[in-house]
């Protein structure tokens, strides 16, 4: 007896009014403005409005700007958040994408092998030092840190498997590398690993102390140059130090360059300075070419094929579906080349300490507002002093009682009104509040850092009561 046929009766799916891309690109500010509220993110337009950053709408970028709606050209210092080290639609690797789309070739080949993949790994091979060739491709930092950890607490197995990170750490918001973040904010009421052990950064003391006193400790994690902590370097010596304790502890070290590292610090990774090797890496943010989405794992052959070297291990963490898609690979590839041919690395280094210099001179000049300048390469932090230090010496001890609800306003200030009367976009640390850091493409000229440095010279020149006024009289005109 056959069975009947099934009847569908279920309703045809009604269109909804969806946006085509030309609308989208047609959008105005208000509008755009009104979606983000809706859709998106409405807490975070508060501080959109705050910096004035609401009020504008990019049109294109291309090198060192953005261009508005209306025409401004803004000069790019933040780099958003180092991801942008090639500049925007860097025409090498725009052109490189368009005969990658030109030619219809493959984007998701999961199953086969992906000779763009391949080559890419084989890249990272070959500029990592050491036996640093073992590659895992994915989308973000986050998910590099994740397969960092992973493959650390795999090879070390249960036994050695608790985690020592620094404080005023950021290694990511996914769940897992979140837990080794130093952030209340971020880990929030979150249920994170408990297996991890927190030290002061750079203090080679506390890490002794903590690896001698347990031997469960089996992975050591840590930023280079930290980011989110204000752009904090570690002591002299440091790394060498940490190489040495790990090597006699049987610990992993796992070094996080996803900001520090693509040439950002004038060398290709910021532990080379040092002379040192970690046992894993991890890259994303510039590392596709500012135009995909791409992180990557790079760890010693021996830990990785301890990990999952065996077919019955192999798949236990193998790129997910988007690691490895054609395009973004070759943006890295084309990228790379482009870091060297064009000798990024040497013009970050060479930028970064002209910056530097006149950073200080700065702080030379404007003593009761800057505290102190400090990073390498194009990533430099400015430190601000607190509200306080910039009162005449009376006001002094009473302002201080604010000074940690005020920490960060004096830098926001400053930053609106180089965005707003100069065109120029600087970025802001997550810790520090009293740091703006400065991490622009690594294509800057000398002529872009001296119209940076005048900028921010004529700023500071108003001194904390002209700031302040600059900026609430900012605040009016927003308002209309």
């Known amino acids: 007896m056959s069975m009947p046929a099934f009847k569908d009766d279920s309703p045809v799916a009604q269109r909804p009014k969806l946006y085509t891309v030309e609308e989208a690109k047609a959008l105005d500010v208000g509008t755009v403005k009104d979606l983000f509220a809706a859709h998106i993110n409405p807490g975070q337009l508060h501080f959109l409005k705050l910096l004035g950053f609401d009020r504008i709408l990019v049109e294109r970028a291309e090198g060192m700007h953005y261009i508005t709606r209306d025409g401004r050209r803004i000069l790019d210092f933040f780099g958003g958040f180092c991801s942008v080290a090639f500049g925007h639609n860097h025409p090498r690797i725009v052109a490189a994408r368009k005969r990658f789309q030109d030619e219809n070739r493959h984007e998701i080949c999961m199953a086969f092998m992906s000779q763009y993949a391949s ?69 929030s009421q979150f249920k994170l690993v408990e297996h991890r052990v927190k030290v002061p950064f750079g203090d080679i003391a506390a890490v002794r102390q903590a690896l001698e006193s347990d031997p469960s400790i089996g992975i050591v994690v840590m930023e280079t140059v930290q980011g989110g902590g204000g752009i904090v370097e570690a002591p002299a010596g440091f790394w060498r130090e940490l190489r040495a304790l790990c090597d006699k502890h049987g610990v992993l070290w796992v070094a996080d360059e996803v900001q520090c590292g693509l040439g950002r610090t004038g060398q290709f990774f910021a532990f080379e300075r040092d002379g040192v090797v970690p046992d894993v890496t991890a890259l994303a943010k510039a590392l596709g070419g500012s135009k995909a989405a791409m992180g990557a794992m790079i760890a010693r052959r021996e830990i990785y094929m301890k990990a999952y070297g065996k077919p019955k291990s192999a798949l236990i963490h193998a790129q997910a579906t988007f690691g490895g898609m054609g395009e973004a690979c070759i943006s890295a590839i084309e990228a790379l080349n482009v870091l060297y041919d064009e000798d990024l690395m040497g013009n970050a280094k060479r930028q970064g300490d002209y910056l530097i210099e006149k950073l200080n001179g700065l702080r030379v000049k404007y003593p009761s507002l800057l505290k102190e300048i400090r990073g390498r390469g194009l990533m430099i932090g400015i430190e601000f002093q607190d509200i306080s230090e910039t009162m005449p010496f009376g006001l002094k001890h009473m302002v201080a009682l604010l000074d940690d609800k005020l920490k960060g306003s004096l830098c926001g200030f400053v930053g609106a009104l180089l965005l707003k009367e100069h065109d120029v976009l600087v970025a802001f640390t997550e810790y520090n509040r009293n740091v703006i850091r400065l991490e622009p493409p690594l294509i800057v000229t000398r002529e872009e850092c001296d119209q940076f440095i005048a900028a921010l010279d004529a700023v500071l020149s108003r001194g904390v009561t002209g700031i302040v006024t600059g900026y609430l009289r900012k605040v009016a005109a927003s308002k209309g």
């Open 119 to 187: 080559a890419l790994a084989a890249n990272l091979a070959a500029i990592a030092p050491g036996d640093l060739d073992m590659v895992f491709l994915g989308s973000t930092g986050s998910e590099a840190m994740e397969a960092a950890l992973k493959v650390a607490e795999q090879a070390q197995g249960p036994d050695k498997s608790k985690i020592l990170h620094a404080a005023n750490s950021f290694h990511g918001k996914t769940k897992g590398v979140l837990s080794v973040t130093d952030s209340t904010l971020y880990q």
